[in-house]
């Protein structure tokens, strides 16, 4: 069964220094991203080893995916209900331009941001749905391997990564604390952060959150 799992943000994107609403849009990972989870693949080979990456199929995670796979010899499982929320008709736009071009679909997503869903987008609810569906899904597919198995040592301490997005996994840090959703943007998730999520067997304990690794030189 899995033991550990590290839920990680993909790095910084190009034309982050705007803050838009990217959802599903696919954007690249920036030079600074690419560092930022090179040093996070670099911590992690070296204090973890993993079964298996499973990721969203939007290229900034993918791309981040298989930086930390490789040092394992595994390549990215993609899971397309891993990608980041939907924004709609709102995606690439900035908060302020929403808030102009849509003033009436932006108070309704703050008076009850939960359900609401902007054109074409989606709500909250519908995102954990189909998150927390694959998540389980995968974390029940080790569980159930060791039951079958005549020789569970070798899936004992299970280690898995997945390579998200913000909204993502902090529907999924929600469920793991059982933490109301209304609570979600209470959780601050960066760019290349990791969460370390420990289990013993159902019992979900968050050791980490929002964890990084700095970036303060040269990588040797």
């Keep these: 069964m899995v033991k550990t799992l590290y839920l990680i943000r993909h790095g910084e994107t190009e034309g982050s220094e705007v803050r838009r609403y990217k959802g599903s849009i696919d954007v690249p990972l920036s030079e600074k991203g690419i560092e930022q989870i090179k040093r996070l693949s670099d ?13 969203s199929p939007l290229i900034r995670a993918l791309n981040s995916a298989e930086i930390i796979a490789e040092p394992h010899g595994l390549k ?3 899971i397309p209900d891993f990608r980041e929320r939907s924004f709609g008709v709102w995606e690439g736009m900035s908060f302020d331009e929403i808030k102009a071009r849509y003033p009436e679909g932006f108070e309704a997503w703050t008076g009850d941001p939960l359900r609401y869903s902007p054109l074409q987008g989606e709500s909250t609810l519908e995102v954990k749905e189909r998150v927390i569906r694959e998540l389980n899904r995968i974390l029940n597919r080790y569980s159930n391997s060791a039951a079958r198995s005549n020789s569970s040592n070798d899936l004992d301490d299970i280690s898995i990564a997945i390579v998200a997005h913000g909204g993502v996994n902090r529907v999924i840090l929600c469920q793991m604390m059982g933490i109301p959703l209304e609570n979600i943007f209470r959780i601050e998730q960066d760019y290349g952060c990791i969460n370390i999520i420990e289990f013993c067997e159902d019992y979900a304990v968050v050791r980490l959150m929002n964890g990084r690794c700095q970036i303060t030189g040269n990588r040797k």
């Design 43 to 55: 911590f992690m080979a070296r204090t973890s080893e993993l079964q298996a990456v499973y990721c």
């Design 76 to 78: 990215p499982i993609v």
